[in-house]
């Protein structure tokens, strides 16, 4: 409101009428508040999508162990790396990505752990529940990884025996970078990985002539000896760190 000054001839104040907002500026300020709501409203739907998402038990620091593993076919390749004097030859047809929960892992050293230093326990779909693998144990020894515990009833978990087959892997891992093996050595049981690279056949030369070799799987639901999928890493995540 403007306040006029006082004028002459009466000594009366005179006083300017107050002007309504216009209709504009009423419907502006209005618009705004209403777009202002929606902007808070829409922050909060994220929120919650971003919430519930991360609630998700399988899926942590981007990595959805619920995902099935990804083999593909690709044309046969082969490739040759050294390591500390050891001449290894890495044969195969297919690409894999596995994004998973850690539950066990081996360092080796044993002839061929130059090449193939680690092994690594994993699990996947609901084999990753923290609830369902706490109820299990998980062993590894000679190359070999074991899963034991009570399925069905009233204190086992609530899968079949070939869903666990399926869904566990002892994985053989060559690194394909000094970085890599670091990292590798630094992984825990209960850390999430992706886990990117080639199911290879090895053939490691093993000094006065001798060769030793490890074949790959290429089946999530095969057993026993040669049921390890044998990963060259070209790429690894682990929890929220890239190498």
């Excluded at 909060?44 to 981007?62: C, D, H, I, K």
């Excluded at 009570?150 to 204190?155: D, P, R």
Aim: charged share 20%; net charge negative; with cysteine.
């Amino acid at each position: 409101m403007t306040l006029a000054p006082a004028g002459f001839g009466g000594g009366h104040a005179l006083h300017t009428p107050v002007r309504p907002i216009s209709r504009r500026l009423l419907f502006e300020a209005v618009l705004t508040l209403v777009l202002a709501t929606l902007v808070l409203a829409t922050v909060f739907t994220l929120q919650e999508r971003s919430f519930a998402y991360s609630a998700n038990p399988l899926v942590s620091y981007g990595i959805n162990a619920g995902k099935e593993p990804i083999q593909e076919s690709v044309y046969p390749f082969e490739e040759t790396i050294r390591y500390n004097g050891i001449r290894a030859t890495l044969s195969g047809d297919a690409t894999y990505i596995i994004n998973a929960r850690v539950q066990s892992t081996h360092a080796y050293n044993d002839e061929i752990s130059v090449i193939m230093p680690y092994d690594f326990l994993l699990s996947w779909g609901d084999m990753a529940d923290e609830d369902n693998s706490s109820r299990f144990t998980w062993e590894q020894s000679d190359r070999r990884g074991e899963v034991s515990g009570t399925l069905g009833g009233a204190g086992g978990v609530d899968v079949t025996s070939d869903y666990v087959v399926s869904h566990v892997s002892n994985s053989h891992l060559i690194p394909a970078n000094e970085s890599i093996r670091q990292a590798l050595s630094q992984v825990e049981p209960g850390d999430m990985v992706r886990i990117k690279g080639r199911l290879v056949n090895v053939k490691a030369y093993i000094g006065e002539g001798r060769v030793l070799t490890v074949s790959t799987s290429k089946s999530r639901t095969d057993q026993g000896d040669g049921a390890c999928e044998v990963i060259f890493v070209e790429e690894l995540r682990v929890n929220g760190e890239s190498f």
